[in-house]
């Protein structure tokens, strides 16, 4: 039996994001978030930062237009309110019609499904990447010395903002000792992994300029996240803009 994220079905879903986001340049998004938060000095208003994440990445996606834009923005977070917990409602399922019709697709088009998702991740992951970040760089001695996407890597591994994953076990293996039978549901304790001493030196510093290996935030092996550079930058953007309002307001 396959299982329900392997196989020809799941390799398929993941070659569309990774075919979405290819066209995608980081780098961009970026810019692209800097140039709309920092004028306006609306760094600290989360519901703003979210906002713009969320346009920025539509665009990205193909989506013009104001009106299809204010429409997006309104209807990715009461989507991901509760389709990211597996609990959806009337209000959420209404709000994935807008997004389908928004992105110019069918409610059975993976395609369109998959950049709803990519996008309720921007809104929720992202958006608590940026908090987390914003939070720790302002506790840094020197908080210009360092470039943003130091700071965002380094929050990624000190207080990542999706702190467990899970996985289901193919085969039963050992592991730390104990039996884990094959189909077991595992949950993978990723603040405890990038703070495993053994890997990182003096593993509870916040510590923007680590040599260490990569955190596991994005996964690894065979399932790294698709979208990790450009949430990376998206989030990074942010503390640009967040750098530039300091810098206009002396």
């Known amino acids: 039996m396959e299982l329900r994220r392997e ?7 993941r070659a569309i994001v990774n075919e979405t986001l290819a066209d995608i340049a980081p780098s961009a998004l970026r810019e692209d978030v800097r140039a709309r938060l920092a004028p306006n000095n609306t760094v600290s208003d989360e519901t703003r930062v979210r906002d713009v994440l969320v346009a920025v990445l539509g665009r990205a996606l193909g989506v013009r237009g104001p009106d299809a834009l204010d429409a997006l923005v309104e ?18 399922d209404a709000a994935v019609r807008t997004l389908v019709q928004v992105l110019g697709g069918g409610l059975m088009d993976e395609e369109v499904a998959n950049r709803i998702a990519v996008l309720m991740q921007a809104c929720e992951a992202t958006v608590a990447l940026v908090r987390n970040a914003t939070v720790l760089a302002r506790d840094l001695p020197d908080p210009g010395r360092w470039p943003a996407e130091a700071v965002v890597a380094e929050t990624l591994r000190y207080d990542p903002p999706v ?4 996985r289901t076990v193919r085969e039963d293996v050992e592991a730390g000792g104990h039996a884990v039978a094959a189909g077991s549901l595992v949950t993978l304790d990723l603040r405890a992994a990038n703070r495993d001493p053994a ?20 996964g690894a092996g065979r399932r790294p996240c698709p979208g990790a550079d450009h949430a990376l930058h998206l989030a990074a953007g942010v503390l640009d803009a967040a750098l530039a309002t300091k810098e206009t307001a002396r």
């Open 163 to 166: 702190p467990a994953m899970r």
């Open 75 to 92: 209807a990715v977070p009461v989507a991901a309110a509760r389709y990211l917990t597996g609990d959806p409602d009337p209000a959420a």
């Open 199 to 218: 890997v990182f030196s003096d593993p509870d510093r916040f510590d923007p300029g680590r040599a260490e290996p990569w955190h596991l935030t994005f």
């Open 7 to 13: 196989g020809a079905v799941h390799e398929r879903r």
